[in-house]
């Protein structure tokens, strides 16, 4: 009867621990899920209207950024990235396993299409002035989407001379490269240039103004663009 009793015991304890695979292989997952950030390489920010292809479907990426790509079957893949006017489009070959794969996609600014000039305006504040620098496309347009890229931004700041137009151009103030910015909230000024005022030799209760010639230098031209009223003082 002893052995009786170990044999059924044993035999219980086989169907247990199959019964215990079974459900386990039935709760875990048999797809993979395929999410991630698609951004800007150089600013970080979501980049919109771009379309992901991976097993012959496809998604439109438009106001947000991030992607979610399910019941992808656990294999490699080719993820094919279609980006909008200004990104470099590409594609990425990886493994995808059951479960959650993360695969973030950054995107490598190429150029601003259509982009026929500039047009520029100053801010001046406690610490220096602020140059926004606004791109214009062949309908001088403003531009809101565009990549942030490599740029150099030089200047001319002069005294204004005169109270009414045409104004002249008086002593020099400053000449040189100042530091770019880039701001993801603005709209149409993501990119600007700061001038402290440490390096501008002027008296703030003169309360004079000048003209600042601005010089933007892309990987696809040169473009330039005249403010002739810079305040050289703030409030």
Request: charged content about 30%; some cysteine.
């Amino acid at each position: 009867m002893k052995k009786v009793f170990i044999y059924i015991s044993a035999i219980v304890v086989v169907v247990v621990v199959l019964i215990v695979a079974f459900v386990m292989t039935l709760a875990s997952p048999r797809y993979g899920i395929v999410k991630g950030k698609i951004y800007d390489e150089l600013s970080g920010d979501a980049v919109r209207g771009v379309r992901l292809v991976l097993d012959e479907r496809s998604t439109v990426i438009y106001q947000i950024s991030r992607y979610e790509l399910t019941k992808i079957p656990p294999a490699e893949h080719t993820l094919q990235v279609s980006s909008p006017a200004g990104w470099i489009s590409f594609s990425k070959t990886f493994k995808v396993r059951a479960g959650e794969n993360e695969v973030d996609i950054p995107l490598k600014g190429d150029k601003i299409p259509d982009l026929t000039g500039i047009i520029c305006f100053t801010e001046s504040e406690k610490e220096g002035i602020t140059v926004e620098i606004r791109y214009v496309d062949s309908e001088r347009i403003g531009m809101t989407e565009f990549p942030r890229l490599p740029i150099k931004i030089n200047v001319t700041l002069r005294e204004r001379v005169g109270r009414e137009e045409p104004y002249e151009k008086g002593e020099k103030l400053f000449e040189g490269e100042v530091k770019d910015l880039w701001d993801s909230g603005e709209y149409l000024a993501k990119n600007k240039g700061f001038l402290p005022w440490d390096e501008v030799a002027v008296k703030f209760e003169d309360r004079k103004y000048a003209i600042l010639d601005v010089k933007v230098t892309l990987e696809q031209g040169d473009f330039e663009d005249t403010i002739g009223d810079v305040k050289l003082f703030f409030e």
